[in-house]
């Protein structure tokens, strides 16, 4: 499966985004999905996740309650929406796909099979 993520940009302090990631490629909703991040000298870290059918999502602690991930499999698109954004969540967004047997949500990058190429958020303070 190939993997386009979308929708990032420079925006401030409060503000939100909304990321995108579409999926070509084998069936889209045979894959759990996730949104990753990386900041500069950071680690890839777990953002959001959620499974096949779109019925339980998880978050990292940092942004539950104002990230919401989301799923269509008719579109074959993951989404992101990002409220309340701080300068902390100034990353490079990776979306990302994992073939699971269970339809676990993994917070491991090493789980995921896929990823897309990207997409850089800069909030400024």
């Known amino acids: 499966v190939q993997l386009q993520a979308s929708g990032g940009g420079l925006v401030q302090a409060g503000d939100s985004l909304r990321l995108s990631c579409a999926a070509s490629g084998r069936t889209f909703s045979s894959y759990v999905m996730a949104w990753f991040r990386q900041a500069p000298g950071k680690e890839r870290e777990f953002v959001a996740g959620?499974?096949?059918?779109?019925?339980?999502?998880y978050y990292a602690d940092s942004v539950k309650g104002r990230f919401t991930i989301s799923r269509d499999n008719a579109k074959n698109t993951v989404y992101l929406q990002m409220n309340s954004l701080k300068p902390e969540d100034t990353a490079v967004y990776y979306c990302a796909a994992a073939g699971t047997v269970w339809g676990t949500v993994s917070r491991n990058f090493n789980e995921y099979d896929y990823w897309g190429q990207g997409t850089l958020v800069t909030v400024s303070s």
């Open positions: 959620i499974r096949r059918n779109g019925g339980s999502s």
